[in-house]
């Protein structure tokens, strides 16, 4: 089948054909064509639409088995449409775990023609930080890399050996880096207004201390690590020492790190509370120059759909997380004077593909067809109308939004959002 995608503004760094309008012909789920006057049976008008190569997810929660009342696998691909992603990378805190190869085996078995699901399985036993899981059989089901997800790697002697393991087939460690006992019982960052609000906060020496282990660790175990969530202006430096000295080291960011901060928490929305918390606006700024540097590799949706019995709680009971794979690309609109579009697309896109091992998608002839269509102007109301997801912990729930996913081109067929 061939599909004609028409008059499509083409964003893709890596293209030859970046920042023209031109028309896409699409063949048997490859760019067969790139130029002016193609013809097709089957035409996409996507005249005032940007094309960009389909965004890939690092790290969301779909909450199936187990939580499926917050989100399930079904919902949380559509939500993953609607933002404009073919692909996501679920992490292992279900119920139960996902730390055996059935369980990997579950997840991939549930992947659609419009978005594939790849599986971050468990580096330890229940997420527990004891006992390490069976890493090789876990990669030979399918796992594209291994972590406790929401729960930072404590146990110095589990990630030593984790790293090891890993290095037998090049696989992919990834860490939240924060101090179990610096953040206990946190509810936002230290400082100045977490005082002001009356709320024990989590002093920004708790991510970088798990930094400064976990890159002693790598630098005598060898392997691949990545950071996910960075927060603070000093874990922003330490990635950037760590990479100067060769270390195989990666970095992301939550795209609503990017947003907001410890200020915004002054009317104790909960939908605003969030792991790691919203840190000072140095530490948001150093954030984004940490991306337009290259210092931190990819953007994370870091969806994490929570019901009304977790949220709608005073704040310090609430709790933390923030669904946003709808959002993504209207947030990254709302950026765009201080992170050009470009790069944040880039960091969405190869980003995450390269941080993998994965292949790189782009725009142009011979690439696999994995292509989000985004109208850069339309206006639109976030709530129950257009929200695939089970939940609405997002802040900018009930809200007016400029720009929108149109829809999804992957293994040749669109997915158009309505």
């Not at 927060?231 to 947003?259: F, N, P």
């Not at 939908?271 to 530490?283: A, C, I, T, V, W």
């Not at 310090?316 to 470009?342: F, H, I, K, N, R």
Request: charged residues 25%.
């Amino acid at each position: 089948m061939k599909t004609l995608l028409a008059n499509a503004r083409i964003m893709d760094v890596h293209s030859k054909y970046h920042g023209e309008t031109l028309d896409i012909l699409v063949e048997d789920g490859i760019i067969s064509a790139v130029g002016k006057g193609l013809e097709s049976k089957k035409v996409i008008d996507l005249k005032g639409k940007v094309v960009t190569p389909a965004f890939f997810d690092l790290f969301a929660h779909f909450n199936e088995p187990g939580f499926e009342h917050k989100e399930n696998l079904a919902s949380g691909i559509k939500s993953a449409l609607f933002g404009g992603f073919s692909d996501v990378c679920l992490i292992p805190n279900t119920h139960p775990v996902i730390d055996s190869k059935s369980d990997v085996g579950f997840i991939r078995g549930r992947s659609t023609a419009g978005v594939e699901l790849h599986v971050i399985a468990a580096v330890s036993e229940g997420c527990l930080g004891e006992n390490l899981t069976e890493i090789l059989d876990l990669e030979d089901a399918g796992a594209v890399a291994f972590s406790d997800g929401l729960s930072p790697i404590w146990n110095t002697e589990l990630l030593l050996k984790a790293l090891q393991y890993v290095q037998k087939f090049d696989g992919l460690i990834i860490n939240r880096p924060k101090d179990v006992h610096l953040s206990q019982f946190t509810h936002m960052h230290e400082g100045a207004m977490s005082t002001s609000l009356g709320l024990k906060g989590e002093p920004g020496i708790s991510e970088e201390i798990a930094i400064k282990r976990d890159l002693d660790i790598l630098k005598y175990a060898g392997g691949r690590l990545h950071f996910s969530h960075l927060s603070t202006a000093r874990g922003v430096e330490l990635i950037k020492a760590a990479k100067k000295k060769g270390l195989q080291v990666t970095a992301d960011v939550a795209v609503h790190q990017l947003l907001y901060t410890e200020e915004d928490l002054i009317d104790y929305d909960s939908n605003l509370k969030s792991d790691p918390p919203f840190r000072s606006e140095r530490d948001r700024k150093a954030l984004i120059k940490g991306l337009k540097e290259g210092i931190i590799d990819a953007i994370i949706s870091s969806h994490q759909p929570q019901d009304p019995e977790s949220k709608e709680l005073e704040f310090d009971l609430a709790s933390p997380g923030l669904m946003s794979l709808p959002t993504v690309y209207s947030d990254l609109l709302a950026l765009q004077d201080e992170l050009p579009l470009e790069i944040a697309v880039q960091r969405l896109t190869s980003g995450p593909r390269a941080i993998l091992g994965l292949p790189e998608v782009k725009v142009e002839e011979g690439s696999t067809a994995k292509l989000a269509v985004f109208d850069p102007y339309q206006v639109w109301e976030f709530s129950a109308k257009h929200n695939p997801s089970r939940s609405n912990n997002a802040p900018k729930y009930g809200q007016q939004l400029t720009g929108k996913c149109f829809g999804v081109y992957n293994q040749g067929t669109f997915f158009q959002n309505k």
